[in-house]
């Protein structure tokens, strides 16, 4: 398959039953999965209503994450989706640049806020090749949308703490980073605390009324051991 020329948008996703470790440990087992797969759907949702990419492609070996994914038009890559998020990421881009793909936008299948507007505000801003833009966590600590062009330009590097690396990296790479930070992509759900937080703020996405209908009020309300500990 030969990629489309324009910026493609990549979101890797773990298989299901081992995604969001932190935040299983707070979740009824019987809705863990559901939760993943609904989130990733509020990230799919809004970037398949982005005309400006040229497509998307979804890392993962995950059964279910796949079916979803083809349901939104994706692509789904597998060879080195179990390998974690960083050679996931890094596989779509070897493949996208030999494509002749103009760039990859990177985006986690947890910002369920995240909406078209934004990702097309950041291709807006994103400038000629080569380049590199990005979109911080809220606590500026993670890197939660990517956008380089060409898409192996810079090599990527995912963690809790990878958003000032990656600044870092793609200056040694000789490209000057843009910085666009992003209500709704910047909120990813890492734990149950990011999921309070989100519970607390209005929207009409898909993962919100799956907490609404499953009652995430009432199993929410008690923070676990680990949680009281850190306060």
């Known amino acids: 398959m030969t ?19 932190r935040l299983a440990a707070d979740v009824p087992v ?13 990230v799919l949702l809004a970037v398949s209503q982005v005309p400006e990419l040229a497509g998307i492609a979804v890392a993962t070996l995950d059964v279910n994450a796949s079916a979803l994914a083809r349901r939104y038009g994706a692509r789904i890559l597998t060879g080195d989706a179990r390998c974690g998020h960083t050679a996931a990421v890094a596989g779509a881009a070897r493949i996208l640049a030999a494509e002749g793909a ?19 505000h950041v291709l807006s801003l994103h400038r000629p090749a080569p380049s590199f833009t990005i979109v911080p966590s809220h606590d500026q600590r993670g890197s939660n949308t990517v956008v380089v062009s060409p898409p192996d330009a810079v090599p990527l590097t995912f963690g809790d703490d990878s958003f000032y690396p990656h600044l870092d990296t793609a200056r040694l790479h000789g490209i000057d980073p843009q910085i666009v930070p992003l209500p709704g992509i910047g909120r990813d759900i890492d734990n149950i605390e990011d999921l ?19 009652r995430f009020a009432e199993w929410s309300t008690i923070a676990p051991v680990q949680d009281r500990q850190k306060r």
Not at 3 to 21: C, D, F, M, N, Y
Not at 30 to 42: A, F, G, Y
Request: net charge negative; proline share 6%; no cysteine.
């Open 196 to 214: 309070r937080i989100f519970a607390s703020l209005e929207s009409a996405t898909l993962t919100r009324a799956f907490l609404d209908q499953n």
């Open 102 to 120: 103009a760039g990859m936008l990177q985006l986690p299948g947890d910002v369920p806020l995240v909406t078209a507007g934004e990702i097309g």
């Open 3 to 21: 990629s489309s020329p324009g910026i493609w948008a990549v979101i890797p996703v773990k298989e299901t039953k081992a995604a969001k470790r």
């Open 30 to 42: 019987h809705l863990h999965e559901r939760l993943v797969l609904t989130m990733l759907e509020d």
